[in-house]
């Protein structure tokens, strides 16, 4: 007890001399009320003098936000091919979108379940009959998304299909990403994601991506991978067949990003539950939610699950609207279109350094262009990125040699051409500059090991 006590008064210490520190470079409240006049550089000098190091970002610092427009504190101008990870499919700062954030936040922000509010009913409704679900349980983020859907299975797997207690499974891809907190981070065989974070949850089983050996979770991480022909269908009679559920994480697939309202409307598959977020708040504000019919849905009684923000009236007025945008200016098919000229275009990227891109792929506007390691080294997709930035577009490397290119849905075909030909120019003009420049050990290949259930090996 004395030395817990003696370890907070150290830590309490160490916490204020930060503080200390951090005010000495310069004061708090100064520094804030003088953001908008500071330099990308003091900006980003900042996040790492008083923010976790829990990224690594292309060192590029968001401003402002127009559709497929980016400028930095600097006035220059970007492209977006990232959508903050697909969350901006409608385009940075939609006006309706905004409109309905800004009427909404003059009204009423938060009620809580505590009590009904006048705007989380229409939105349940409108999302249920555009998804023919029956019903649908509001969240925030995706990651609560997934809880809430692993959460649910196992509880319908108990009340309906009488698992004994404590022994419900949840299959899921090797590969796949579906959030960070602890419950989610359990069914990953990435170990940069479990390593040091032990103990994950029991109650989970990985299978390889693609074989029809089992899977309940679909993997999205499109376009890193890209489901083989007929898997899905195959995972859906698989289910059927075993009264097994079929969850699918459309999270980041989902709402018109692969050319299709769902990214499993490729097969034409309905799963038994389908987790949505991101784009369901146009990058306006965090909604997720989890899709169900009755029989799952009510498996869950009042407190049982819930957050105090979902289903909160603002999130609800935002989701609607992103919802109705994606609809009225026909995202879906304009993701379709643009996805394939796109890839057109870097199918001719590929032909003119056919030894440095190994494949282009994806589906609609979410795009990997897949760069052999050897051919790049000692360069990585990393470092691609950041000339791609140069050259004004903001793309992310996935690994050390994809880069996804995930632009808004409202991106022009002019914009399209402009990074495939800043592709080109990279590939030309500087890749061979930074293989003279970069000195760096050969990396050692990271193969992802993991024992299937969970275990950190
Ligand atoms: C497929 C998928 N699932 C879940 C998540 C987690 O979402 P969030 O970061 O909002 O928790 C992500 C985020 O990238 C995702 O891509």
New binding site residues.
């Given amino acids: 007890m004395a030395a817990a006590i003696s370890r907070r008064g150290a830590a309490l210490s160490l916490a204020l001399a930060r503080r200390r520190m951090c005010s000495a470079s310069a004061p708090a409240a100064p520094r804030a009320a003088a953001a908008a006049a500071l330099s990308s550089e003091e900006l980003i000098r900042m996040e790492q003098d008083c923010s976790a190091h829990n990224y690594h970002p292309i060192p590029m610092v968001f401003s402002k936000g127009e559709g497929s427009h980016i400028l930095d504190p600097e006035g220059n101008k970007y492209i977006d091919f990232l959508s903050a990870?697909s969350a901006v499919n409608q385009g940075h700062c939609h006006p309706k979108v905004l409109r309905a954030l800004i009427e909404q936040a003059e009204r009423l922000t938060l009620s809580s379940r505590a009590f009904y509010n006048d705007k989380f009913p229409v939105f349940a409704e409108y999302l249920t009959s555009m998804f023919g679900y029956d019903m649908m349980l509001p969240m925030n983020?995706?990651?609560?998304?997934?809880e809430t859907a692993i959460k649910l299975a196992r509880k319908w797997g108990y009340e309906k299909k009488n698992i004994p207690k404590n022994e419900a499974l949840i299959v899921s891809c090797c590969g796949c990403?579906?959030?960070?907190t602890l419950g989610v981070i359990s069914m990953s065989c990435d170990n940069d994601a479990t390593r040091g974070f032990g103990p994950l949850v029991p109650g989970h089983l990985k299978v390889d991506f693609g074989d029809i050996n089992g899977c309940l979770l679909q993997r999205?991480?499109y376009p890193s991978i890209l489901p083989p022909d007929g898997y899905l269908k195959s995972v859906r009679d698989l289910c059927s067949r075993h009264n097994i559920l079929m969850i699918d994480?459309e999270?980041?697939?989902g709402i018109a990003r692969t050319g299709k309202m769902l990214a499993c409307d490729w097969e034409d598959v309905r799963p038994d539950m389908v987790?949505l977020?991101?784009a369901l708040g146009a990058g306006v504000v965090?909604v997720?939610a989890v899709l169900a019919d009755k029989d799952i849905m009510l498996c869950i009684k009042p407190g049982e699950h819930g957050s105090t923000f979902g289903g909160n009236p603002l999130a609800s007025a935002v989701a609607v609207a992103s919802l109705k945008v994606i609809k009225d200016e026909g995202l879906v098919q304009r993701a379709a279109d643009l996805g394939e000229e796109f890839r057109n275009q870097l199918q001719k990227v590929q032909q003119k350094f056919p030894h440095i891109i190994r494949e282009i792929r994806g589906r609609g506007l979410l795009n990997a262009v897949d760069l052999s390691n050897k051919a790049l080294y000692p360069a990585s997709a990393y470092d691609i990125c950041i000339k791609l930035k140069e050259r004004g577009i903001l793309a992310k490397p996935t690994h050390d040699t994809i880069i996804r290119l995930a632009p808004p849905l409202s991106i022009s075909s002019e914009e399209l051409a402009e990074a495939s030909k800043a592709l080109s120019d990279v590939f030309e003009h500087d890749l061979p500059q930074m293989q003279k420049q970069i000195k760096k050990p050969e990396s050692e290949a990271k193969t992802p090991v993991c024992d299937r259930r969970g275990r950190d090996l």
């Fill in positions: 990870y983020t995706g990651a609560e998304g997934v990403f579906h959030g960070r999205a991480g994480d999270i980041q697939t987790i977020g991101k965090p997720s």
